[in-house]
């Protein structure tokens, strides 16, 4: 192990210490099961050396078990955020956007290249069964390289230039990772919100796989369970991010024990998790949580109402003020944490769109800048965020390594006489009713697509046609629903899709800067080119501007440093050059975002960054680390 990435992966292993050195104590709603049998003494269930939180070095509070945590999902399927906040992950990111081991006891990096996983000894699944390298094995061998459960391959985060990598059993404790060149997307893929799971409980999917049943009880299975295929029921059956199948066992701090399409989920406490505090009490502290489907317009208003002891998702700016109002009558105190995305509303010119005319003008870097600068960011502000938000174009977020405010800036100032001017300059001159007209003289009618999910982007987009008319451009905007959106932008017909900004607001050099480059086809500024590179040439269109170009040739540069240093070049100049090209028109950002707590529930912090990645929104934050004071 060397340099800054070493040391950042030894800080939890310095804290692991052997359970038996703690003064381990029971915990109480287990207590009764262990003193049936049904459940071995807390001792016998952790790791010979678990995770021991340093809570005092994090500014928190050592708590007491027990007790639930309430919150709302929109639908049923949205139970797989207790995956999310949970947040065990092989390695995971800490408080300060590190990479450290958390389920892992450590982590060897030679070289960017070769890795080497050394378990917990002694860790067990939710249900019992050790946690060991077999259950790696069986992901590698019978899942990862099965052509009938996976026929395009192992995941794309593990291929280095088209190449797998060697994988090596090197014990029950510790398994080998190794790539010709550097891989360094694989440890950041660990850590993600939705994670790369490299391992999955073989004792509890061998019964459903076709090279381990028996044939007869198998085929049974696959007739019960109404599928076409063993591999169908295996697939069903492998959900561990889904985390709506009570019978799989899990790794996360809580276990769910409600079958799936529930209303209401309930997710109790693993016994065998991997975490204690330095008092010798196994995490995490909260006994269960429960979640509780309500229609997506009245989260607000239940959180209101106190029935949500934990609650963000669902909320916006415009809650705020009735949630303020009811902190005093309803048991909660509201915070205002910072949205994590690199804008809170963007814009996304497609360079890639079918129509040969409208690909040429939103090519057009001038067009591009113009309409940047034909919006007043802040009069969105005032409108839709009271002034709270930043009235700046997207770019990494001040919390990034890689903030600029030059870069937040660029092409951010509301001057209309700029925008007219470079305008002009493209020869779009102004038609009847003063809008301007295209090369093959149809009218300049921007369209722009939405999913129609958010009032604030509904509201910014009316007022950013009243804007864009100044300059003679007509704004369009058509909602639709995000699947039929996504198809659209896919197949080259939108034009210019409004959508949240990169989830990735905070890079840091391990990010890989996938929404950034044009190595994504879910990116809207890019979709064919993205396609391009997912399908190694297959379809799409290969980059053929001078920008695109370079960003891909950024891409390799990124994938193949060796170090930080080398990953965090690339960056710098891959938000550059996003700054001065404006691919995407941010609108605002670091918007304020509401977050409710129990006036009972401590050690959530007042001020954080609310991220889908890194971090996996609470994730980062360790929900297993909340407890309701007496």
């Known amino acids: 192990m060397r340099g800054a990435r070493a040391l950042a992966l030894a800080l939890c292993a310095l804290l692991a210490a052997p359970a038996a050195a703690l003064e381990l104590r029971e915990t109480p709603a287990l207590a009764e099961a262990v003193a049936q049998g049904a459940l071995p003494p807390v001792a016998e269930r952790l790791p010979k050396s678990p995770l021991v939180v340093d809570l005092a070095a994090k500014g928190r509070e050592f708590g007491r078990q027990g007790g639930r945590i309430r919150t709302l999902i929109?639908?049923?399927?949205?139970?797989?955020?207790?995956?999310?906040?949970?947040?065990?992950?092989?390695?995971?990111?800490?408080?300060?956007?590190?990479?450290?081991?958390?389920?892992?006891?450590?982590v060897e990096v030679e070289g960017g290249r070769v890795f080497t996983l050394r378990l917990r000894p002694g860790h067990r699944w939710s249900d019992g069964a050790p946690f060991t390298t077999d259950d790696f094995r069986y992901w590698w061998e019978d899942v990862a390289n099965h052509p009938e459960l996976s026929p395009s391959g192992p995941p794309a985060q593990l291929l280095v230039d088209g190449k797998a990598p060697q994988v090596a059993i090197l014990s029950e404790t510790a398994i080998r990772f190794a790539w010709d060149a550097p891989n360094p997307r694989f440890l950041p893929a660990l850590a993600g919100a939705r994670p790369l799971y490299i391992y999955r409980p073989a004792h509890a999917l061998k019964r459903f796989h076709a090279d381990h049943a028996d044939p007869e009880a198998l085929a049974g299975l696959v007739a019960q369970a109404g599928v076409r295929s063993w591999a169908a029921l295996h697939n069903r059956r492998d959900n561990l991010y889904d985390f709506d199948n009570p019978e799989l066992p899990t790794l996360e701090p809580w276990m769910n024990v409600t079958p799936s399409n529930s209303q209401r989920y309930v997710l109790r406490r693993n016994p065998f998790y991997h975490r204690v505090d330095a008092r010798g009490l196994q995490l995490p502290y909260v006994d269960e949580i429960e979640m509780t489907v309500a229609a997506g317009g009245l989260i607000p208003a239940k959180t209101n109402r106190g029935e949500s002891d934990l609650q963000a998702r669902g909320l916006s700016l415009g809650d705020a003020p009735v949630l303020r109002r009811g902190e005093a009558s309803s048991g909660y105190r509201m915070h205002l944490w910072t949205s994590g995305y690199g804008a809170e509303i963007a814009l996304y010119p497609n360079l890639t769109v079918a129509d040969p005319v409208w690909r040429a003008v939103l090519r057009d870097v001038r067009f591009r800048r113009a309409l940047s600068l034909g919006i007043s960011r802040k009069t969105l502000n005032r409108s839709l965020f009271f002034g709270l938000a930043r009235p700046v174009n997207m770019a990494a977020l001040p919390e990034s390594p890689f903030f600029d405010p030059e870069h937040a800036q660029a092409w951010a100032a509301y001057d209309p006489g700029a925008a007219r001017a470079l305008l002009d300059e493209m020869g779009l001159a102004e038609g009847p009713g003063g809008f301007r007209v295209l090369p093959d003289g149809r009218r300049l009618d921007v369209v722009v697509e939405t999913a129609g999910e958010r009032r604030e982007e509904l509201d910014a987009l009316e007022l950013i046609a009243e804007m864009w008319a100044e300059i003679g451009v007509k704004l369009v905007f058509r909602p639709l629903d995000r699947d039929i959106l996504r198809n659209r932008v896919f197949a080259?017909?939108?034009?210019?899709?409004?959508?949240f900004g990169w989830n990735v607001g905070v890079p840091t050099a391990d990010a890989a800067p996938t929404e950034t480059t044009p190595v994504d086809q879910s990116v809207f500024s890019w979709p064919a080119w993205g396609q391009h590179f997912q399908t190694d040439g297959a379809s799409g269109e290969a980059p053929d501007t001078p920008e695109g170009a370079r960003l891909m040739e950024l891409w390799r540069?990124?994938?193949?440093?060796?170090?930080?240093?080398?990953?965090?070049?690339?960056?710098?100049?891959?938000?550059?050059?996003?700054?001065?090209?404006?691919?995407?028109?941010?609108?605002?950002?670091?918007?304020?975002?509401?977050?409710?707590?129990?006036?009972?529930?401590?050690?959530?912090?007042?001020?954080?960054?609310?991220?889908?990645?890194?971090?996996?929104?609470?994730?980062?934050?360790?929900?297993?680390?909340?407890f309701h004071a007496e």
């Open 492 to 499: 080259g017909q939108s034009m210019m899709p409004a959508w």
């Open 557 to 626: 540069m990124w994938s193949a440093a060796a170090d930080d240093e080398g990953r965090a070049a690339a960056w710098r100049e891959i938000l550059a050059i996003q700054a001065d090209q404006v691919f995407a028109i941010g609108l605002l950002s670091s918007a304020p975002q509401p977050v409710v707590v129990s006036k009972s529930l401590r050690n959530l912090p007042e001020e954080a960054v609310f991220a889908w990645e890194p971090g996996g929104h609470f994730g980062v934050h360790r929900i297993d680390e909340l």
């Open 74 to 106: 929109a639908r049923a399927r949205d139970v797989r955020m207790a995956s999310v906040y949970g947040y065990a992950r092989l390695v995971g990111y800490d408080a300060d956007y590190r990479l450290v081991p958390d389920i892992l006891e450590a």
